[in-house]
């Protein structure tokens, strides 16, 4: 390894990121590698660990109410802030009132909270007019925003506007003067953090630091990245490109595994505001004419073990995936679906298919759909554009031909999927829903019946019955799951598999 | 002279302001909406609308072009949507390897090419002539992209020579900085290689044909200095011409080496800008690099009078 790449320090990781990270403030901008690099510097009140449960992470205790009305949460002792001052119960209340404002949950509870105050320095109170059983969950989830503690005065931020100050209480602090951003962001161990006794499991238990600096390499070329860890200039790269894993497994010196076990559900949505997918049938005979295979090999390659075929629409794998009146989603049926499109009264009408070409998962998925579509004798409109042209056309509620969208293509995390809580792609509450606009009330009330669950046995029935429902009206179509490597150099030990890349228990020799 | 120069620089405020005026309305008139992005997917419309106005990006076009205009008067290019940085501050981080790229890229490329392109021309129809222009056929035809793979995978990957990406300022030694930039100055020096031999070796043909390189010839002046102090310098002017010519493809250029080598430059932060809407970082840069432009293109016109006396302003 040249010299020059050795690094300051062989304490120092250099890890490469799925993304660059252009904002650090985890309430104003929620990509995911935000949520990444805000989980080294600002610490939560629980964490979920990977039999998806809440544990406690800055909280000592809780307790509820019989009537399920008041919650009160306690502090751990001894927690800092990287300025040096001690994380406060206000400064909790604030840092939740601001991620209240930007998250689906934290709305939830907004709705129907009488009261959120501090009782004294690690005692705060949450009074609510309903009972909210997910609250563990809501203060856990790693979906982003996730509900990070940050000092009082940086929390009052409007959390429309970002912050400026990047002080938390987590395991590492963020070297601002060395962030350049697109390039490099650089996080030092925090000395005075407080691990929890318990072992680390994901966002839970003990978030110890056996490294003092992490630096993160932005590396917006996959080939570069590649050559970078064969040259042990890198340590660790978050998301290699399925095309240079076998180049990576091939030397001896780089570990290969799967990075997120929770992986992605691939998807198209159709406008349902619009013809021609306003009508049932003929989003029906697209999903009935679906290969979920075709898409999966056009995103990952030929690996079968990155891909799985899904009958239904949460993540695979988890307590509440279910295939309950999944089989249209595995039906393959090209003459059925030909015969649905007839019986649909289809007059031809163009769909109008924006697909990202700049993203690989976009730009294959859609590929995948022009055929699919022309199979069953629609009439396409290809439109090729960029992530940036469609995020901002996705939301267009005009007709598809006065600048609006037939369909368009995404992915959504595993992570996102486990359960409703986090996933607004499943919602069908029309005019309020995501991108699409579906309306199917029993979608909506199965939602709620899962929110209302005490235990798994209703958890799963709730979400048995929105599966179907979500089906049968085709909410959306998935067009598979599927999973990425991480690689990293075999001196670093310590790496897991989980939602994010996890820095504790993390060493290099 | 001095009122040429005056008079130049006075003609850059007109050009600066339609090239503001072109640049503020393309981004005004292109698609995408940055607040979407920030917003993320789980933003409602209204979260969308909020950090849209937050943004100032809700308000009629003439006013945020008049309140950018006034800002740019002041030397304020303004603040990155998504970093919350000023444009200077993010340009001002980034300037350092893309400028270091460019001079050494200059240096190596007119190093290489001028001597190339006279000897080729001096031994022209020779093998010698015709393995110089397939060089430059070559340097023309491969994508910087493929030569900057290949010299990684040979001097990087293989022989362990140098790194295969990064940037370490000047700051920091003369050897360090020059080793991360040697595979990127070769990579993106090729091109203008070739574009600056070819161009030499046309315009030497014509030299070497005049009368008065015949009666050096004729009173036995050194070969060497028939074509490098008697031929080389009538050659000159449209060999600074294409080089200046050429500083516009090293903007361009660099941005796909920045990303290849993983080299924190301006043209990757024009990149990034660009594919997340983040208008006042892409106004910013686009100005500065128009500004060097018109200011490279003053500079060339100013060395004509030094390689032709001739030439007078």
């Known amino acids: 390894m040249p010299a020059v790449a050795q690094g300051a320090a062989g304490k120092t990781l250099r890890f490469v990121p799925q993304a660059n990270l252009a904002n650090f403030d985890p309430i104003w901008g929620t990509q995911y590698v935000v949520r990444n690099a805000a989980a080294l510097v600002w610490d939560t009140l629980y964490g979920i660990d990977s039999q998806f449960r809440p544990q406690r992470q800055m909280v000592e205790g809780e307790e509820v109410s019989s009537d399920g009305l008041t919650w009160t949460f306690k502090l751990r002792e001894g927690l800092k802030f990287h300025d040096g001052s001690p994380v406060l119960a206000r400064d909790v209340v604030q840092s939740l009132k601001r991620w209240q404002a930007r998250d689906p949950m934290g709305l939830m509870i907004k709705a129907i909270e009488n009261e959120l105050a501090a009782t004294d320095d690690r005692s705060w109170k949450w009074q609510l007019k309903q009972p909210f059983p997910k609250m563990l969950l809501a203060l856990a989830k790693n ?106 497994k091939g030397n001896a010196s780089i570990n290969v595994d799967i990075g997120d076990p929770l992986g992605n559900i691939g998807a198209f949505r159709m406008n349902h505001l619009f013809p021609p997918f306003n009508n049932l049938k003929v989003r029906q005979a697209v999903m009935t004419a679906l290969n979920q295979e075709d898409y999966m090999r056009a995103v990952v390659g030929d690996d079968d073990k990155l891909w799985k075929e899904l009958g239904g629409f949460f993540t695979p794998g988890t307590p509440l995936y279910t295939e309950e009146g999944g089989a249209m989603m595995k039906a393959k049926n090209v003459a059925a679906a030909k015969k649905l499109l007839a019986e649909s009264g289809y007059k031809g009408e163009p769909v109008v298919c924006v697909v990202a070409q700049d993203m690989a998962a976009t730009k294959s998925m859609g590929d995948v759909t022009a055929e699919l579509l022309k199979s069953i004798g629609m009439n396409v409109d290809f439109v090729a554009t960029d992530w940036g042209t469609v995020g901002a056309r996705r939301a267009q509620k005009t007709p598809p031909d006065k600048g609006g969208w037939s369909m368009f293509h995404t992915w959504h995390a595993g992570a996102d999927c486990i359960n409703p809580a986090a996933y607004t792609a499943i919602r069908a509450n029309g005019d309020k829903a995501w991108f699409g606009w579906p309306d199917v009330p029993a979608v909506e009330t199965e939602v709620a019946n899962w929110f209302d669950a005490r235990d798994l046995a209703a958890e799963k029935a709730a979400l048995g019955r929105l599966n179907k429902a979500a089906v049968e009206n085709v909410v959306y179509a998935p067009t598979g799951f599927y999973l990425n490597y991480q690689a990293w150099r075999k001196n670093v030990s310590g790496v897991v598999s989980g939602p994010l890349p996890f820095f504790w228990d993390v060493s290099k020799a | 002279m001095l009122s040429f120069i005056v008079r130049r620089i006075v003609a850059t405020i007109p050009v600066m302001a339609l090239v503001a005026l072109f640049v503020f309305s393309l981004l005004y008139i292109a698609p995408g909406d940055p607040a979407a992005i920030i917003a993320g997917d789980q933003a409602s419309p209204a979260d969308v609308a909020r950090i849209r106005e937050s943004l100032g990006l809700d308000r009629p076009y003439l006013i945020r072009f008049g309140e950018w205009s006034w800002r740019i008067l002041q030397g304020d290019l303004g603040t990155s949507i998504f970093t919350n940085l000023p444009v200077t501050q993010l340009i001002g981080q980034r300037i350092e390897p893309t400028v270091s790229l460019m001079v050494l890229t200059l240096i190596f490329a007119v190093v290489i090419a001028v001597p190339m392109g006279v000897i080729a021309a001096w031994k022209a129809g020779t093998w010698v002539d015709k393995g110089a222009m397939a060089f430059a056929v070559l340097g023309f035809s491969v994508p910087v992209f493929v030569v900057g793979y290949l010299l990684a995978w040979i001097f990087a990957l293989k022989l362990d020579w140098l790194p295969v990406q990064g940037y370490t300022p000047l700051a920091e030694g003369f050897w360090p900085w020059l080793r991360n930039l040697i595979l990127p100055t070769v990579t993106l020096g090729l091109v203008y290689v070739a574009l600056i031999a070819r161009i030499t070796r046309a315009t030497m043909l014509e030299v070497l044909q005049q ?40 903007i361009g250029g660099a941005v796909v080496t920045e990303s290849v080598f993983a080299i924190p430059g301006l043209g990757r932060l024009t990149v990034d800008a660009i594919l997340r809407r983040d208008y006042p970082v892409i106004q910013g840069v686009v100005l500065m690099f128009s500004l060097v432009y018109v200011l490279v293109n003053l500079l060339i016109d100013l060395t004509y009078t030094l390689v032709d006396p001739r030439i007078r302003y």
């Open chain 1, 143 to 248: 979906n982003a925003p996730c509900s990070f503690i940050m000092p009082e005065r940086i929390a009052r931020t409007d959390p429309f506007q970002q912050i400026t100050e990047y002080v938390g209480s987590g395991p590492m602090k963020f070297a601002r003067s060395e962030w350049v951003p697109g390039a490099k962001a650089v996080f030092e161990k925090f000395a005075d953090y407080v691990p929890r006794s318990e072992k680390a499991d994901w966002l839970a238990g003990g978030k110890r630091i056996l490294i003092d600096r992490v630096e993160w390499v932005i590396m917006p070329d996959p080939a570069t990245a590649a050559a970078a860890l064969q040259n042990g200039e890198v340590d660790w790269w978050e998301t290699p490109l399925a095309d240079l894993i076998p180049v990576l």
């Open chain 2, 211 to 250: 009368d008065y390189v015949r009666t050096a010839n004729a009173k036995g002046v050194a070969q060497k200095d028939v074509l490098f102090l008697h031929s080389l310098k009538n050659a000159a002017v449209p060999i600074v011409t294409i080089i200046g010519i050429g500083i516009a493809l090293l």
